[in-house]
């Protein structure tokens, strides 16, 4: 499996404070079948600013940090944005870091409430320029509970990723709920840990591969973690599935 969206890079943001905590958080993954981490490090959200060759940085010492213990788990390079006008300016010049360093699809944080016309219009034109707007959380959004709102960002061009933690439920009953008919109406195009810790958010894709299994079968769920994470990481963009089907391993087969 591939988590798309993890916060693992030691002493960057409100993940691990140490690599001791990192490396913990690295075996939980490998453990629970995961391969391929993508870190997230928050910034641009008033908090943390984290530019892409300070991710790199940190990206490659933790590798270096498994290799020496044996454990074949890679991390790739990302950012999780905050949502700002001048991405594409940023993206160019280093301070935002885009998913595995492509430069074609970058993790996007939007704010619980928004104007809709205008985010819309921003993230189509992302999509126009050939960067992917992957969406995360946004069963955690409040203006996304507006599941039309949604639909209209990903016919734009947009992509999601729900967190695991909110399909199995342990954000309450009301997000699962919310998580599970994004599932269902093929809103859906990644399942990603949002890992911050080993105990209290970690990083664990099976059980919620489990429960998406119930709701759109073992394939797609399955795609979910593996396929569609991994065309994001190579530079291609998922695409939304005829009406009625689960919005999981379906390309387009071209570049962003």
């Not at 892409?52 to 044996?70: D, K, Q, S």
């Not at 489990?210 to 291609?236: C, F, K, M, Q």
Request: hydrophobic residues 45%.
């Amino acid at each position: 499996m591939i988590d798309l969206h993890c916060h693992i890079l030691p002493g960057l943001d409100d993940g691990p404070g140490t690599e001791a905590e990192a490396l913990e958080m690295c075996r939980l993954a490998w453990e629970d079948g995961i391969r391929k981490v993508v870190a997230m490090p928050h910034t641009l959200n008033g908090v943390y600013y984290n530019d892409a060759r300070t991710i790199l940085e940190a990206v490659a010492a933790l590798n270096r940090a498994l290799r020496g213990r044996g454990i074949e788990l890679e991390i790739l390079p990302g950012s999780d944005v905050r949502v700002d006008p001048d991405i594409e300016a940023f993206l160019k010049d280093g301070r935002v870091m885009s998913i595995n360093n492509t430069g074609r699809a970058v993790m996007l944080e939007l704010p619980d409430y928004f104007p809709a016309g205008p985010m819309v219009r921003f993230l189509h034109s992302l999509a126009g320029r050939g960067i992917v707007p992957v969406i995360s959380h946004p069963e955690r959004c409040a203006q996304l509970r507006d599941r039309g709102l949604l639909g209209e960002m990903v016919r734009i061009g947009a992509v999601t990723q729900v967190t695991a933690m909110s399909i199995t439920g342990d954000f309450g009953r009301e997000i699962q709920s919310l998580a599970r008919s994004f599932l269902e109406e093929g809103l859906v195009h990644v399942i990603a840990s949002d890992a911050h810790s080993v105990r209290h958010r970690p990083p664990i894709l099976s059980r919620a591969v489990a429960a998406a299994s119930e709701v759109v079968g073992e394939e797609a769920a399955r795609a979910l973690v593996t396929d569609n994470p991994r065309a994001i990481i190579n530079g291609l963009r998922p695409q939304r599935t005829e009406e009625g089907r689960p919005a999981a391993a379906i390309f387009d087969g071209r570049r962003t």
